[in-house]
């Protein structure tokens, strides 16, 4: 599903002024592990950009006006790699990284919310994720200009709003940049387990009926963790490349078996309700924004654009990827629900016919997909994590600590995946507390601190809409962690 990584990314950075040594060096956007290219030492209290000419209480802060009144703006889009990608391919990697073992969750998502209600609140949410996102962007491009560099990822974008925001933020900089790694790192080993929970499940359902034997899911999971162990070693992205182009193909042969059988009866609408019960809902909410939320990937595919003002805007990339998603995301939900009913599992697939060749070859493709898919699953947190530990060790015991560290969470992944071997509630609880706060409430926060105190609208009408983004995302975390660990807990116990 991800095919890119903020590390690695180089950042072309343009000195600011050192006047009277208080204007900022830009080093905090050098990736870690990195020397500065200024040797001037970081400012403890960058200037703020919010009502700079108000504020004439020092000498240093009057030349630094006068200096930026005489500089031409800053541009970081005429400071991109000219060689970059292009809409296009922007587009089509934030469309793969969406396709996934999201979309066939679907269904599920639609047993728990109702036909109607969960259509309409497929689109709701699937504006309230795209807006999110475009309001990221939309500041990470801000303070791209007043930072003068070229581009930020994710994190570097959460701490510099901090860096260059109001006072009292400012000491929360670094907090606010750990939180996102943090939060990054474990929605991607998260998801990491879901992808051996489905890779495991479907071997079992076409391998236990095929060959009629009745081994238990947790050997397929431990089983998987070998191939998993291997790809997960690959350190070099063009290493990953040919297993991502098999991944497509396998997904898009899969995608149309499961069109096939959707439609290979007569739809029934009748027996199913336009509304479920009040206790599923927030189980819908959870696992719509797992399927939905690739908040994780699109900051390193805008910074890979050498034209990233196509990345915004109407139609623009982002909303021309959104679109394309939420409306297959709806269409599969929705029909996938109609054609299977209560019987719908947490991955469609897995209700494709038992012992039919053409079901058990889209279970299998899937599956294998899925397997292709996990190095890419798996770099992202990693290289995250390795550029935050790599200094503690010499650079000879690299090698071998790569290897002993990716193997032992590769190995903690699969014991997760055996404890909780059940896809349904264990996408909803990701999705539940990693991408409600990672897709919803850091991009409205953000955007909250820049913005702050009087570039907030008419009647502060932006800092209303982000608190009720920040109240949507906390409850839709309370209430589909509650009722995913309550269904996991249900599991469990009921396990022999």
């Avoid at 400012?43 to 700079?52: G, I, L, Q, R």
């Avoid at 059988?261 to 199913?272: Q, R």
């Amino acid at each position: 599903m991800i095919e890119f990584c903020e590390c690695g990314r180089k950042l072309k950075m343009r000195r600011g002024c050192l006047t009277s040594g208080k204007m900022a060096d830009n080093k905090g956007f050098t990736p870690d592990g990195l020397e500065s290219l200024s040797s001037a030492p970081p400012a403890e209290n960058p200037p703020p950009y919010t009502n700079a000419m108000n504020d004439f209480n020092s000498k240093a802060n009057l030349t630094e006006k006068e200096l930026s009144l005489t500089d031409d703006p800053y541009h970081p889009f005429e400071h991109r790699d000219p060689n970059g990608a292009s809409a296009g391919g922007a587009l089509a990697h934030l469309l793969k990284s969406s396709l996934g073992t999201g979309i066939l969750a679907m269904p599920m998502a639609f047993h728990n919310a109702g036909l109607a209600f969960g259509m309409a609140m497929t689109l709701i949410v699937g504006f309230l994720c795209t807006h999110c996102v475009h309001i990221l962007v939309k500041t990470s491009h801000d303070i791209c200009r007043d930072a003068k560099v070229s581009a930020l990822g994710f994190a570097e974008t959460a701490q510099k709003v901090f860096e260059y925001g109001p006072k009292g933020m400012r000491p929360y900089s670094n907090f606010a940049k750990q939180f996102v790694d943090i939060g990054l790192m474990a929605t991607y080993y998260a998801a990491a387990c879901v992808y051996i929970v489905f890779i495991a499940t479907s071997f079992h359902d076409v391998i236990n009926y095929d060959l009629k034997i009745n081994w238990d899911v947790r050997i397929y999971i431990a089983l998987t963790v070998i191939p998993c162990l291997l790809i997960g070693q690959i350190r070099d992205l063009k290493w990953l490349v040919p297993f991502s182009m098999m991944a497509n193909i396998f997904i898009v042969v899969t995608f149309a078996i499961t069109l096939y059988y959707m439609f290979d009866e007569p739809l029934v609408y009748s027996d199913k309700p336009l509304i479920a019960k009040a206790a599923h809902i927030p189980l819908f909410f959870a696992t719509v924004i797992f399927a939905m939320e690739g908040i994780g990937v699109v900051m390193p595919v805008e910074n890979s654009m050498r034209k990233p003002q196509q990345f915004l805007g109407c139609p623009g990339v982002l909303n021309i990827a959104m679109v394309t998603v939420v409306s297959l995301y709806a269409i599969i939900g929705f029909f996938g629900y109609v054609r299977f009913g209560d019987q719908v599992r947490g991955s469609i697939t897995l209700n494709l016919p038992e012992g039919a060749w053409l079901g058990d070859t889209a279970k299998l493709l899937m599956a294998v997909a899925i397997l292709f898919t996990f190095g890419l699953q798996f770099y992202v947190p990693n290289e995250i994590l390795w550029r935050k530990i790599n200094h503690k060790f010499s650079p000879e015991k690299h090698n071998i600590t790569q290897i002993l560290l990716r193997s032992g969470i590769i190995l903690l992944s699969g014991g997760v995946a055996a404890a909780i071997p059940n896809l349904e509630p264990f996408i909803s609880l990701v999705g539940a507390v990693f991408f409600s706060l990672l897709g919803i409430f850091v991009p409205s926060f953000v955007e909250t601190v820049y913005l702050w105190p009087d570039r907030l609208g008419v009647c502060k009408w932006k800092l209303v809409k982000n608190i009720f983004l920040g109240v949507f995302s906390i409850l839709a975390l309370v209430a589909g962690a509650v009722a995913s660990i309550n269904e996991i807990i249900e599991m469990y116990s009921g396990d022999d």
